[in-house]
């Protein structure tokens, strides 16, 4: 039976992956951070099965006992604080546990493993925040990458230390370069749940209007679950390698209101949106839109949901959340 060791399982990339793993037959073993962290009851309802260890990417030792409890196969580092616009407040913490912290894991591993190191297989979540100020249309694995957040920075040097950890110690450590994924596990904080939320509670009569920052900004949106099958077909590769992972389309957050308003039957969506100066962002990445062919032609993946069914599978699942909450 394989072993694989998730960090950030309570988030909602590693709550698909933990599924699609289990699906698969795996012992999955997921870290879980703090005293009391209010997500176990989610982790344990969705992933009976799963084992948790308490840990923090920040910690080393802490890993090296999470390697040892769960003696993993793979290991996927998808740990990280991951909102952009939060970055800049904590620019420090975030440099610690997004980038050192990928470190962290890449040592702790190494050290573990130790003459096994070629038993192991290491995914590090890379981002298309990396590209920010976009030097090439569509983005590509080629891409001069130049950040615009200290979030996009820390995953740029995260990036860079598992590409070093391959060159240097023949590590077999992959990075998906994953553009935005979203799904109804995506964290409220996000632009496409803000905006299905709050679209679910207009249409139930519940709110008048939803407050957000710049609606300009294109991004290419997928779907997680689709996302996470990318994760662990990486891994299945018999070489390591760097692979971008994304629809190929873009829209911007406009395109993104139309639809999801529009699944609602709200066409006039401009009198339940207002801007924000609060949610505007010292530096923005204004375009992205990845190119996934090497993905497609080397993993054989593509995304099966598109972009019109993820807004309507988010705004769904949002109106039967708040029927069930309002019961
Ligand atoms: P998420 O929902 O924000 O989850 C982040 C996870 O990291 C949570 O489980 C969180 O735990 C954990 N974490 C935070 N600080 C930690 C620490 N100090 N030690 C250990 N774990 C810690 O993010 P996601 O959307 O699932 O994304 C997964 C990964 O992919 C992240 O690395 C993200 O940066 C990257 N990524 C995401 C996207 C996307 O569009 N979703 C695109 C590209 C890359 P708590 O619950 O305890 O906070
Ligand atoms: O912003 C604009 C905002 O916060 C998307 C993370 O998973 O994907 C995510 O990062 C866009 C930006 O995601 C609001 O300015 C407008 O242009 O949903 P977001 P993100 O910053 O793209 C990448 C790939 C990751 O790796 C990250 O971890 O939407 N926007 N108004 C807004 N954004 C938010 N959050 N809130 C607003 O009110």
Redesign the pocket.
């Known amino acids: 039976m394989k072993r694989a060791l998730i960090?950030?399982?309570?988030?909602?990339?590693?709550?698909y992956l933990g599924e699609l793993l289990i699906s698969k037959g795996y012992e999955v073993y997921g870290?879980?951070?703090?005293q009391n962290?209010?997500?176990l009851d989610t982790v344990r309802r969705i992933l009976p099965e799963v084992k948790l260890i308490f840990?923090?990417?920040?910690?080393l030792p802490s890993l090296l006992r999470a390697l040892e409890t769960a003696r993993p196969h793979e290991v996927y580092?998808?740990?990280?604080?991951?909102?952009v616009a939060y970055s800049w407040e904590n620019a420090s913490m975030t440099s610690?546990?997004?980038g050192k912290?990928a470190f962290n894991m890449l040592e702790a591993t190494r050290l573990w493993a130790g003459s096994k190191l070629d038993d192991v297989r290491f995914y590090q979540?890379?981002?298309?925040?990396m590209f920010g100020k976009v030097q090439e249309v569509p983005q590509r694995e080629s891409t001069l990458l130049w950040p615009r957040s200290p979030?996009g920075v820390a995953?740029v040097f995260a990036h860079y230390m598992t590409i070093n950890y391959r060159e240097s110690y023949g590590m077999h450590a992959s990075s998906?370069?994953?553009?935005?994924?979203?799904s109804p596990?995506?964290?409220p904080e996000?632009v496409t749940r803000k905006i299905t939320q709050a679209v679910a509670r207009i249409s139930l009569g519940l709110q008048e209007t939803v407050a957000l920052g710049n609606l300009d900004a294109s991004r290419d949106w997928g779907f997680?679950g689709d996302?996470v099958e990318a994760m662990w077909l990486m891994l299945q590769q018999e070489q390591a390698d760097d692979y971008v992972i994304a629809t190929g389309e873009t829209q911007t957050i406009r395109e993104l209101l139309e639809v999801a308003f529009g699944h609602v039957g709200i066409t006039d969506w401009e009198r339940h949106v207002t801007q924000d100066p609060r949610f505007m962002r010292p530096a923005e990445v204004d375009l992205l839109v990845g190119d996934p062919a090497k993905a497609r032609e080397t993993l054989g993946w593509k995304p099966k949901v598109d972009f019109r069914e993820l807004v309507q599978m988010m705004v769904d699942s949002d109106i039967e959340d708040q029927r069930q909450t309002s019961r």
């Open positions: 960090t950030g399982i309570t988030g909602q990339d590693g709550l870290l879980v951070r703090g962290n209010p997500k840990g923090d990417l920040t910690d580092n998808l740990g990280a604080i991951s909102f610690d546990v997004t912290g979540a890379s981002s298309s925040e979030y995953k998906g370069i994953l553009f935005n994924h979203e596990r995506r964290g996000f997680a996302y």
